[in-house]
């Protein structure tokens, strides 16, 4: 039973009973009003609901579309492979299993890289967008 159906088995009630209180009629009527202002916002959530379940597909045909690559890109003379491709043959970083923990000094978070990006040796923190810049000596290089 809906709010709204509620309201109007209590609305038939005081009838039935000749109940002719002002302010419990008064308390009907709003609860009346209050029923269907819910009907109302349970109505257009659904609506939105619907309407995002479609923009979430929207997006993720988006997302395939361009983050989906058909070729690896080692086919390349200029290879600065970042590919995920398992049949990769290339003698860049793909399979450099070497990862790095560095804290950025701006925001404090811990972030997780890998020998390509200590290669190039800067990139932005994913957390606050600050530019990193790494430096490696080669003692270090040779520690690990």
Known sequence: MTIAEKVAHLKGLMEGLNCDDKILTAIADILEDLA???EDVQDALAEVGEQVELIDEDLETLENDYYE???CCCDDDDCDCCCDDDDCDCDCCCDDEDLYEVECPACGEVICIDGCIV???EMDCPNCGEHLEFEMDEEEEDEE
């Open 36 to 38: 269907y202002d819910v």
């Open 119 to 121: 290669d190039e040796g």
């Open 69 to 71: 690559y058909d070729d």
